[in-house]
């Protein structure tokens, strides 16, 4: 079974950090190039950043760069997210996806992606 699991989230106050893990299982994260996305309560989903296969290039939404820097380790199947300098406007719901190929500009929709996994949570208290 083709699944990608997000962990990682919680409760963090102003100014902290989390580190966001996203492990996929049943198939080889190296040919697919990873998002991030996240939705707050009456918002759309958006994208944040993503990260190619060999994990070379990399793109950030503005409202993250400089504060949010997305990885991969291949050998263990498994992308991060690292956010520092933690708003309360960046409380949400955390997803990662999985986009078999290449992305480009259009890195940030939705319908580009072909697997999801499940969200966890972050929460950014003032």
């Known amino acids: 079974q083709l699944q990608l699991v997000e962990s990682g989230g919680g409760l963090v106050q102003f100014g902290g950090s989390l580190r966001l893990s996203c492990a996929a299982s049943?198939?080889?994260?190296?040919?697919?190039?990873i998002g991030w996305f996240r939705q707050a309560p009456g918002k759309e989903r958006e994208g944040v950043s993503c990260i190619s296969s060999s994990g070379g290039s990399t793109r950030y939404a503005d409202s993250v760069k400089g504060r949010f820097t997305i990885s991969r380790d291949n050998a263990k199947n498994t992308a991060y997210l690292q956010m520092n300098s933690l708003k309360p406007e960046d409380t949400a719901v955390y997803y990662c996806?999985?986009?078999?190929?290449?992305?480009?500009?259009?890195?940030?929709?939705?319908?580009?992606?072909?697997?999801w996994g499940q969200g966890t949570q972050v929460t950014v208290s003032s």
């Open positions: 996806a999985a986009k078999f190929g290449r992305v480009g500009s259009t890195w940030w929709l939705i319908e580009e992606y072909d697997y």
């Open positions: 049943g198939f080889t994260l190296d040919y697919y190039a």
